[in-house]
C-alpha cells in the first residue's frame, strides 16, 4: 500500500523569496530522506531543497527561475505506508550555527549542495579547503562558484560569513576589486583580456545569452587550456575490415535490431589501448607530482547538444560487449539532447572521445577534459588511394586526432599509443585478445 504526501519548503528563516536555480528530479525518481530534490539560491547563499521522506516523485511543482517561499509545494510524493510514517510536514529547517563547542548546524548560509558522487546525506556543512597553506572556509557551491571565476579562496583570507566563512558575495567583492583595481587590462596569467566593442556601431546586432551549459563549457577549456602543456598528435588508419564487420552485423540484425556505429569498436580499441599504455588512463595531482592510475575503464563520450556539449560518461568499457554499448550509447545520447543527463552520469570518466565522423573533418585539435590527461578526436572516414608496394589500393581511412597532457605523456608514448589503437582498430580480432 502506498499514499502520496507533499513535500514544502521548509522553514529557511527571513527570507521572503528564494529562486529555484536547479531541480534534480523528474518525476518517476526514487528518492531517500533528506535527498536534494532541488538548489535555492538568495543573493547572499544556495541552499538544498530536502526530502523529507523517502519514496517516488509522482509531480514536480517547481522548476529553474521559480520563486518561492516557505511552504510552497516541491513535489508530491508517493511514499510505501510500509515505510516510517513519512512526515508530512516540510523537512526540517536549515538553522543557525548553536554554539562553538557543538558541531555545527548548517545555516542557511552553510547549507550546501551534495555533491553527486557523494553518498546522499544531510546537508553538508562548510568544509575547510587548503589553499597554498591557507585555510579558507566555505561551503562547496561557494568553493566552485570562486573555481568558475578563477578566484583564489586562498586570496579573500576570511569572508563576512559566521566565524569568518567565504560567502558569495565575498567572491564578487573579490572580483570587483581586482577589476577596478587597474588589473581589467589583464586576465589569467596576466593574459591581454579581450576589449569590449560596440558591435552596433557596424549594423544591426541581436544579443542572446549564452546557455548555462555554454558557459560552464567555456570555463572549463580555458582552465584547461591555460593550464595544461597541450600536444595533439595526428594519424589515420584502414579500417574496411571494421566496416565490413559492422556493416554485414547490421544487415544481419535486420531493421528494428541495435544499429552499431564505428564509435563502439573506437571505444573498445581505445580502451585496449589504454590497458598497453595504462599512463593514458590517469590523472595528474594537482601539485603535480604524482599519477593517480586508475583500474577501471570508464568513457566520456562528446554528445552535440542543441543547448552544447555535453559529456556522459560510458562505465566499464573493458568489460562490455559491442551491442551493450551500442545500447547505452544510444541511451547516454538520448537523455543528453534531451538535457535528463543526471550529475553522475557524466563523472569519473577516463579518457574522453570526441566523435565529430558523422558531420565531417579531416582533423581537429580536441581539448584535454581535465583532470583526465587525453582525449581522442575523430573526423570522417573517407576511401584514399594507399600505395600498397606494387599499387594504389583503395582503403577506408579513419582520421584519429590524439590531444595529451604533456607533463604526463611524452611525445614517444604519445605516438606509441596512437600505433597500439591503430592496430586495434585494423585489426578487431586484437580486441578479444
Ligand atoms: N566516418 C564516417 N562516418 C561516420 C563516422 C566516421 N568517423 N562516424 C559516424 N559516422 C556515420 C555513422 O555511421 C552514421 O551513419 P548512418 O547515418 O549512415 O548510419 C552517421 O555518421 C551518424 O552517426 P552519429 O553521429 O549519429 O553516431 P556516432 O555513434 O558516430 O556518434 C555521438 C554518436 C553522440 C558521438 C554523435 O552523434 C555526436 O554528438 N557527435 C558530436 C560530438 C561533438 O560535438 N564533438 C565536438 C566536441 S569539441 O571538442
Redesign the pocket.
Known amino acids: 500500500m502506498s499514499s502520496l504526501i507533499e513535500v514544502k519548503v521548509p522553514d529557511v528563516g527571513n527570507v521572503p523569496e528564494i529562486d529555484i536555480v536547479e531541480v534534480l528530479i523528474q518525476p518517476g525518481d526514487v528518492v531517500a530522506v533528506e535527498q536534494t530534490l532541488a538548489v535555492m539560491e538568495t543573493d547572499k547563499a544556495t541552499m538544498d531543497l530536502p526530502s523529507s521522506a523517502a519514496g517516488i516523485i509522482k509531480t514536480v511543482h517547481i522548476k529553474p527561475g521559480d520563486k518561492v517561499a516557505e511552504g510552497t509545494l516541491v513535489v508530491t510524493l508517493e511514499v510505501s505506508d510500509a515505510a516510517p510514517a513519512a512526515p508530512t510536514e516540510p523537512a526540517a529547517a536549515p538553522t543557525p550555527t548553536p554554539t562553538e563547542s557543538k558541531p555545527a548546524q548548517p545555516s542557511v548560509e552553510d547549507v550546501v549542495k551534495v555533491e553527486p558522487t557523494k553518498p546522499i546525506s544531510a546537508p553538508v556543512a562548510a568544509v575547510a579547503v587548503s589553499t597554498e597553506g591557507f585555510k579558507a572556509h566555505a561551503t562547496p557551491s561557494v568553493r566552485l562558484y570562486a573555481r568558475e571565476l578563477g578566484v583564489d579562496l586562498g586570496k579573500i583570507q576570511t569572508g563576512n560569513g559566521r566565524k569568518g566563512r567565504i560567502l558569495k558575495s565575498d567572491v564578487q567583492s573579490f572580483v570587483k576589486q581586482v577589476m577596478s583595481s587597474g588589473a581589467t587590462a589583464t586576465s589569467g596569467a596576466g593574459i591581454p583580456s579581450i576589449p569590449a566593442v560596440d558591435f552596433t556601431q557596424f549594423g544591426d546586432i541581436e544579443e542572446k545569452p549564452l546557455s548555462k551549459i555554454k558557459r560552464l563549457t567555456g570555463q572549463n577549456l580555458t582552465r584547461v587550456w591555460l593550464n595544461l602543456p597541450l600536444v595533439t598528435y595526428h594519424d589515420e588508419v584502414a579500417i574496411d575490415e571494421m566496416e565490413e564487420f559492422r556493416k554485414s552485423t547490421n544487415a544481419s540484425q535486420g531493421k528494428d535490431g541495435i544499429?552499431l556505429?564505428?564509435?563502439v569498436f573506437i571505444m573498445k580499441a581505445l580502451v585496449g589501448a589504454m590497458q598497453k599504455y595504462p599512463s593514458f588512463n590517469s590523472s595528474l595531482s594537482p601539485e603535480g607530482d604524482k599519477l593517480y592510475l586508475k583500474k577501471y575503464f570508464h568513457l566520456g563520450?562528446?554528445?552535440?547538444t542543441p543547448n552544447g556539449?555535453v559529456v556522459p560518461v560510458i562505465r566499464d568499457v573493458d568489460k562490455k560487449g559491442i551491442f551493450q554499448l551500442s545500447t547505452e550509447?544510444a541511451e547516454m545520447?538520448e537523455l543528453a539532447r534531451t538535457g535528463k543527463l543526471k550529475p553522475s552520469d557524466m563523472q569519473g570518466g577516463c579518457m574522453t572521445i570526441?566523435?565529430?565522423?558523422?558531420?565531417g573533418g579531416t582533423a581537429f585539435t580536441?581539448?584535454v577534459n581535465a583532470p583526465e590527461v587525453a582525449i581522442l578526436?575523430?573526423?570522417?572516414?573517407k576511401v584514399q588511394p594507399v600505395w600498397n608496394g606494387l599499387a594504389f589500393e583503395p582503403k577506408l581511412m579513419?582520421p584519429l586526432d590524439i590531444t595529451y597532457d604533456h607533463r604526463v605523456i611524452d611525445g614517444a608514448e604519445g605516438a606509441r599509443f596512437m600505433e597500439a589503437l591503430k592496430a586495434n582498430l585494423a585489426d578487431i580480432r586484437r580486441l578479444l585478445l
Open positions: 544499429k556505429t564505428g564509435l563520450i562528446a554528445v552535440d556539449l550509447l545520447s570526441s566523435s565529430l565522423g558523422g558531420i580536441p581539448i578526436g575523430v573526423t570522417r572516414a579513419l
